[in-house]
């Protein structure tokens, strides 16, 4: 595989946003660098890693917080930087050093190296996973016995990730000259693998998991033009800026309110591997000041792992419904009655429709449980959620569901349960919404929405805490604000 392009992948793949070159200097230069500092650490490493071999493909690799459950686990084990075999050396002096050195057996000169000090100097194969393919085939495929296959799998719950082989996924065998496997790895992402060892008759799994080091960052300006210019000023990368809308879009319209001399202060996470930054992470602490009214957000994240927004007297940040669930075009029909373009008579449209390409994601506007899922009559392909015992919400006309999302199922506000489209009785592509009070239609464009709930009970004294360590940091920060923009 072309490094600098798996390098990108990955990086990409760490951001929550859509991944549209948000960081284009990223991409050639920083890639460069990075083989270059790769070929200066790896001829050093390779003199004292016993077992780079194993290692490679592990080191420089990323991946969000969120989709490593483990890594809180204190007893992680950070492995050294190695050489992912990808990496071109033919251009490098190390290079050099190493044909000289040693044998001619280019395929596996560096490997060989490598290993040299290990006790298993059994070259490694390493399989790229087809689409189609199971640990099984490539047992097959690579002459490699069943009944070693069969041992591996009956080690239980690490092995049982070899049962999802994904296309493109990379697994790494040692073979001895019998041709007995003697270990594998297999990369489940990025910052995870999988480690399958012979130790002599039995063989033993482990996992590793390397540790992503996240430091606190903070940044304050006061917007002279734009806020995407004030946060640059300030250090912020789009993303941050974005996520800092999302806290507080819900009272400050972005679009029309922001004014000359409005101000921000964030507390926010960094993650380093290695020492190296790799991205930003959450926003701990925020403070927006606009027009002379101050607001302030703290992120607190409860013992199911979830995390939102709260006032610093543990009021909700969110409305418990979006106003729209989806990017619409524009609103093709209002709340109230009109003529039916159908049907040919009038009658009461007790819903909003809003014209959107087919294909758009339709978000859940609430936290809530899908109670029906499937076709009803003009309505099409129709999801309803239950928010609480008062409120309902209803999506029709979908292209498609969402996979995955059967009636019973539990969303969160803002979640995809489906795409535009215009199954059952409509003229063209939109989602008509509708918002039941007590099984009553109401307005959607015009209700006044209930805030979300605040901080739950058994969480408030420890939101406390969090809350006033956050809060003390953020005055600190505002007095340096204050003696740089006095
Ligand atoms: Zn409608």
């Not at 946060?231 to 004014?259: C, H, P, T, Y």
Request: glycine share 8%.
């Amino acid at each position: 595989m072309d490094y600098n392009s798996f390098l990108n992948r990955d990086y990409k793949s760490l951001l929550d946003m859509p991944s549209t070159a948000k960081h284009p200097g990223f991409s050639l230069i920083h890639a460069l660098i990075l083989i270059v500092a790769l070929g200066v650490i790896s001829s050093l490493l390779i003199f004292i890693s016993t077992d780079a071999s194993a290692n490679k493909n592990t080191s420089l690799q990323t991946s969000t917080a969120a989709t490593e459950g483990a890594l809180k686990d204190t007893s992680q084990i950070t492995l050294p930087l190695s050489i992912p075999r990808e990496t071109n050396f033919a251009t490098n002096e190390s290079a050099a050093v190493f044909t000289q050195t040693y044998d001619k057996d280019k395929a596996f000169t560096r490997i060989k190296h490598a290993t040299k000090q290990s006790k298993d100097d059994s070259p490694w194969l390493r399989v790229k996973v087809k689409s189609g393919d199971a640990l099984a085939s490539i047992f097959k495929r690579h002459h490699l016995a069943p009944r070693e296959l069969h041992e591996i799998m009956a080690l239980g719950k690490n092995s049982a990730n070899l049962k999802h082989l994904r296309p493109g996924d990379i697994v790494r065998f040692q073979v001895d000259k019998n041709q007995h496997l003697q270990k594998l790895v297999y990369n489940i992402s990025p910052l995870k693998s999988l480690h399958i060892q012979r130790q002599g008759k039995i063989f033993t799994a482990a996992m590793q998991v390397k540790n992503i080091e996240k430091r606190s960052a903070y940044a304050i300006g006061k917007i002279k033009s734009s806020l995407f210019e004030a946060g640059k000023e300030a250090g912020l990368s789009d993303m941050l800026i974005m996520k800092m809308v999302n806290i507080f879009g819900w009272d400050i319209d972005f679009a029309q309110d922001i004014r000359k001399g409005d101000q921000f202060a964030l507390i926010y996470e960094e993650q380093f591997l290695n020492g190296r930054k790799i991205k930003d992470g959450a926003i701990l602490a925020a403070e927006f000041t606009n027009h002379g009214h101050t607001y302030r957000a703290l992120r607190f994240t409860d013992a199911n792992n979830h995390s939102d927004y709260y006032t610093p007297k543990g009021r909700s940040m969110r409305k418990a419904f979006l106003r729209t669930p989806v990017d619409f075009r524009r609103i093709s029909s209002r709340f109230g009655n009109r003529h039916h373009p159908v049907l040919n008579r009038m009658r009461m449209h007790k819903g909003v429709d809003y014209a959107a390409k087919t294909g758009t994601p339709i978000k859940a506007s609430g936290d809530g449980k899908i109670i029906f899922r499937g076709r009803k009559g003009g309505y099409g392909r129709t999801i309803i959620i239950q928010h609480g015992g008062r409120y309902s919400t209803l999506y029709a006309h979908m292209s498609r569901f969402k996979r995955g999302l059967t009636t019973g199922k539990h969303v969160r506000q803002g979640q995809i349960i489906g795409y535009v489209g215009q199954s059952g009785r409509a003229t063209g592509p939109h989602l008509h919404y509708e918002f039941r009070v007590n099984g009553v239609h109401r307005n959607p464009l015009t209700i006044r929405l209930p805030n979300a709930a605040p901080i739950k009970k058994q969480y408030r004294d420890s939101f406390k805490r969090t809350a006033s360590a956050l809060l003390a940091q953020l005055d600190m920060h505002k007095q340096t604000r204050l003696a740089m923009y006095p």
